[in-house]
Nanobody, 119 residues
Framework: QVQLVESGGGLVQAGGSLRLSCAAS????????IGWFRQAPGKERQIVAR????????YYSDSEKGRFTISRDNAKNTVYLQMNSLEPEDTAVYYC????????????WGQGTQVTVSS
């Protein structure tokens, strides 16, 4: 099993920045990649970015490219999401999730952290 704990959410004004953290514990050696997702009220959950655990290869959704940066610190088993130039449309609950090598879907999820961007 893998446990994930997010932190770093909060209230920020438009144009501001936040850095989210996702700390992984347990059987972290089974992780292939960790993704950040978000879900706004009344909307489906969508992927924001993901990073391959082994070599740091990253992927971003088009709307976040250039504003958000995903990174990892393997020594701390932690993945970060640096979010800059935040917009009210970024308001959502942000989740991190881990995918095992043998599966195509994400099996392990954190509890989520609220990000609210005021205009």
């Amino acid at each position: 099993q893998v446990q994930l704990v997010e932190s770093g959410g909060g209230l920020v004004q438009a144009g501001g920045s936040l850095r989210l953290s996702c700390a992984a514990s347990g059987r972290t050696y089974i992780i292939d990649d960790i993704g950040w997702f978000r879900q706004a009220p009344g909307k489906e959950r969508q992927i924001v970015a993901r990073i391959r655990w082994s070599d740091g290869t990253t992927y971003y959704s088009d709307s976040e490219k250039g504003r958000f940066t995903i990174s990892r610190d393997n020594a701390k088993n932690t993945v970060y999401l640096q979010m800059n130039s935040l917009e009210p449309e970024d308001t959502a609950v942000y989740y991190c999730a881990a995918r095992e090598r043998k599966y195509s879907s994400y099996s392990y999820w954190g509890q989520g952290t609220q990000v609210t961007v005021s205009s």
